[in-house]
């Protein structure tokens, strides 16, 4: 019974900032990993970045030094803080967790948050 839930998307112009936070819940044990996903209109889901259980990170070419994954273990959530924000960065924004719940490991998704770049 594990929730994924997104939050922070919005409108925002070129140049700007915008902070997501995805928060997990349920009967789970451990966060294996947390990932940001996008999809553009019309485009294939694409990998943003990933954290995983010992703290290592990997971003997408297209947003190494503009994005930041982060996590609250204690809070369960995880944060894509999203700096110097541009027009094809616009797309609907997925929280993937993988998880141990109900005795397996498994990938858990959010229902996405959209993020639009547009002056």
């Known amino acids: 019974q594990v929730q994924v839930v997104e939050s922070g998307g919005g409108l925002m112009q070129p140049g700007g900032s915008l902070r997501l936070s995805c928060r997990v819940s349920?009967?789970?044990?451990?966060?294996?990993?947390m990932g940001w996903f996008r999809q553009g209109s019309g485009e294939q889901r694409e990998r943003v970045a990933i954290?995983?259980?010992?703290?290592?990170?990997n971003y997408t070419d297209s947003v190494k030094g503009r994005f930041t994954i982060s996590r609250d273990n204690g809070r369960r959530t995880a944060y894509l803080q999203m700096n110097n924000l541009k027009a094809e960065d616009t797309a609907i924004y997925y929280c993937?967790?993988?998880?141990?719940?109900?005795?397996?490991?498994?990938?858990?998704w959010g229902q996405g948050t959209q993020v639009t770049v547009s002056s």
């Open positions: 993937r967790a993988r998880v141990f719940a109900d005795s397996t490991i498994g990938y858990h």
């Open positions: 349920g009967m789970l044990k451990v966060i294996y990993e």
């Open positions: 954290m995983f259980l010992d703290g290592k990170t």
